[in-house]
């Protein structure tokens, strides 16, 4: 919560909006290179540090926050995983993606890292964070005098932050994409046409890793996330009501579609999140402008099949933050081509993600034309070297783009 002592008027050179992982790396960057700034967030810090969402980490992200000091408890902690498994007809296979690509996923709940990065720039680095601000908005941003101003619900007061340039970090549901004019970008929606039914079960894994259960009934997927907690999906229709899914009609349904032989029978708990997801995607191209540069979620959704959004937010964020950096030093080069920059891994991970939907979801689609390329696309997979080497570089995620 804001406190009564900040100023109604501050100048700043970067307005963040947003503290998730993508507004967070930015400020991080920015405020360790000696450029200023002010971070803005709707919801409180204890609420951030707690919502569960994200797990699965490119090694590639991993390493560029090592570099900035920013991934020691990470570094510390993260389980890391070197293969997953399909489980169809009763089997188990498993594709062993550190072997085949050379790297590795680091598992770190998303809830931990936004802990981390707050930790580092509010507590050690003395950062301006402002936790819980009510009515974001944002004011000529193609103009001489950008400004950002939300109301502080403490006091009533309303508080307006001057600045060179914003950084749009807030998310899917945030306000900074709505605030580029129509006509000024474009905005591509791509609808996988199923939903997952997301659970967080108090139970250990049943499992080493990622399980993807392809099944007639749907896709049951299973992901280590800690000792004491799993993270589990079923697909559902879109749209479902999570209330059809009671406790014991989750696991029963599990039990079906992870079932294969050799396999660990699935640790029940109590399921402390069950919220239903629609599968779909949007890209904003460019994502920039005037003064507005957006990063993260704000500019892209990916569906989490393929475990890319928070990464991307990282990607951007990195981007953007050397950018900002760059243009204080006079250099405008990097904002000049920071959305063309970033846009080029989007469309590569957004096509990964429609491969691998098609490979989860084509058995239970109900179109024998995509269950049997569905299943092609599988066999490949498993039985060529070669696809199985490109699969595990695009699953685990590439360090250059392409
Ligand atoms: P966010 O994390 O959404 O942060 C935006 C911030 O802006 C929020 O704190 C929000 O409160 C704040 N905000 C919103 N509106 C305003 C406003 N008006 N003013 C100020 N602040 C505002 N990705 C992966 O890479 N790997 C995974 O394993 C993975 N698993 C996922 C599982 C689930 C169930 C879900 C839902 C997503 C998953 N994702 C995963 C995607 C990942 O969680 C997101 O892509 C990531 O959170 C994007 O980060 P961000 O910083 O862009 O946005």
């Not at 188990?92 to 996923?105: D, F, P, Q, W």
């Not at 990622?210 to 749907?218: D, L, T």
């Not at 800690?226 to 039990?255: F, I, K, M």
Request: with cysteine.
């Amino acid at each position: 919560m804001s406190s009564p002592a900040i100023p109604t008027r501050t100048r700043t050179s970067v307005a963040v909006i947003g503290a998730g992982p993508a507004g967070l790396t930015v400020a991080n960057l920015l405020r360790a290179a000696g450029v200023d700034c002010v971070l803005v967030e709707a919801e409180s810090r204890e609420f951030i540090e707690q919502r569960p969402r994200a797990g699965f980490m490119e090694e590639w992200a991993v390493r560029a926050l090592a570099r900035h000091g920013l991934a020691d408890r990470l570094l510390e902690r993260a389980e890391t995983q070197a293969e997953f498994e399909f489980r169809f007809g009763g089997a188990r296979h498993t594709v062993r993606t550190a072997e085949l690509s050379g790297r590795r996923h680091f598992v770190y709940p998303q809830p931990l890292l936004v802990t981390d990065l707050v930790a580092a720039y509010v507590d050690r680095a003395a950062g301006d964070a402002r936790f819980g601000v009510r009515d974001v908005q944002l004011h000529d941003i193609d103009g001489e005098r950008p400004a950002v101003s939300y109301r502080d619900p403490s006091t009533g007061a309303r508080h307006l932050i001057e600045c060179d340039l914003i950084a749009g970090c807030d998310g899917a549901r945030g306000v900074t994409r709505a605030a580029i004019p129509d006509g000024r970008a474009v905005l591509t929606r791509y609808d996988h046409g199923v939903a997952w039914l997301a659970l967080l079960a108090e139970a250990p894994p049943s499992a080493d890793g990622v399980v993807f259960g392809i099944h007639e009934r749907g896709l049951g997927a299973h992901m280590a996330r800690s000792p004491d907690v799993t993270r589990y999906y079923l697909q559902v229709a879109p749209g479902e009501d999570p209330g059809n899914w009671p406790h014991d009609r989750v696991w029963d349904e599990l039990r079906i579609r992870l079932a294969a032989s050799g396999a660990r029978p699935l640790t029940e708990g109590p399921l402390v999140e069950k919220v239903v997801l629609d599968m779909h995607n949007y890209v904003v191209e460019p994502m920039a402008y005037g003064r507005l540069y957006l990063a993260g979620d704000a500019a892209h959704l990916v569906a989490p099949i393929a475990a890319k959004g928070m990464n991307l937010a990282l990607n951007d964020a990195l981007l953007l933050a050397d950018a900002l950096i760059a243009h204080h030093r006079g250099d405008d080069s990097g904002l000049a081509g920071y959305s063309e920059a970033c846009l080029r891994r989007v469309w590569q991970y957004l096509e990964f993600s429609q491969w691998l939907s098609e490979v989860l979801h084509g058995a239970s689609s109900g179109d024998r034309f995509r269950a049997g390329t569905a299943s092609a696309r599988l066999r490949r997979l498993l039985a060529s070297e070669s696809a199985a080497k490109a699969f595990a570089g695009l699953y685990i995620g590439e360090e250059a783009d392409l």
